[in-house]
């Protein structure tokens, strides 16, 4: 007999200071993957990143990058064996230029689930990602979790409403949005207000994940598709929860069915914006 659709996901976000040190980083997701599998999460999303600390010298990036299937991704997978949960986070993944992608994946039962190599890169308030790192060309996948569609997007991704909207055009229920959100003068309004904004955008849950520490502001949280928050972390390391219905995104869309009310068409572009 087959089983019924699920009709909700059970969603954490983890966030915690990440370090130079790969295999202390290891330790630290292994704590929060730990956590979520005992709550009986579906999906945990960590930051951004969380290979390596780069905040202070950007050069470590080139230096600390790994392939996908380097000593860290191999710990990471591992760390997933025989486990129900699928965690999504971000790692600078060598390329065939000096400068690697950053790159987001999702893992389940030790094996990789989706990967996103980062669109957008942060050259903005002083900061130029581009010099180390390389953009993407695709278009972020749509990942299943216990049949409910998760889109993708990594921090700077958050500042264009296209690319949520493009997810939602394509079936996504939910975004996981990984980050490492660099502290500053109104920083934590910005990062609040865009999170709940691009829910807002496409009628979408988001599982949004901020690197915490003393040089990001941390601020994970899960908010529904009508812009509230439904979970946040207060602590450095910190595990946030909620059930997300499909019931209630549906309710929303109908009370705001602004999917269906556009006049303006997406086109993606290919071409990566960053020489």
Request: hydrophobic fraction near 45%; glycine fraction near 8%; charged fraction near 20%.
């Amino acid at each position: 007999m087959s089983q019924a659709p699920r009709t909700e996901l059970r969603t954490a976000v983890g966030q915690f200071a990440v370090v130079e040190d790969w295999q202390a980083n290891v330790s630290a997701a292994e704590s929060l993957i730990s956590r979520a599998e005992e709550q009986g999460m579906d999906l945990l999303v960590l930051p951004e990143g969380i290979m390596t600390r780069f905040i202070d010298r950007k050069e470590l990036i080139r230096e600390a990058a790994q392939s996908l299937d380097g000593p860290f991704m191999t710990a990471m997978l591992e760390l997933t064996q025989g486990l129900h949960v699928t965690v999504v986070f971000g790692m600078h993944e060598t390329s065939d230029e000096p400068r690697p992608f950053n790159t987001l994946v999702a893992i389940r039962g030790g094996e990789v689930r989706g990967i996103y190599r980062k669109l957008h890169l942060y050259d903005a308030f002083a900061a130029v990602e581009s010099e180390h790192v390389r953009a993407g060309w695709e278009q972020p996948p749509i990942i299943d979790v216990c049949g409910f569609s998760v889109g993708v997007m990594t921090c700077y991704d958050v500042r264009f409403p296209e690319q949520a909207r493009d997810l939602a055009d394509r079936g996504a229920e939910l975004i996981a949005l990984p980050a490492a959100w660099a502290a500053g003068r109104t920083k934590e309004f910005q990062w609040a207000t865009l999170v709940s904004a691009r829910a807002l955008d496409a009628t979408v849950f988001v599982a949004a994940s901020g690197e915490s520490g003393s040089a990001c502001i941390g601020g994970s949280r899960i908010v529904d598709p009508l812009g509230m928050p439904m979970a946040m972390c207060t602590q450095e390391t910190d595990l946030a929860t909620a059930v997300l219905s499909r019931s209630q995104l549906e309710d929303s869309r109908n009370k705001l069915p602004v999917l269906g009310h556009r006049r303006y068409a997406l086109t993606f572009n290919p071409e990566q914006p960053h020489s």
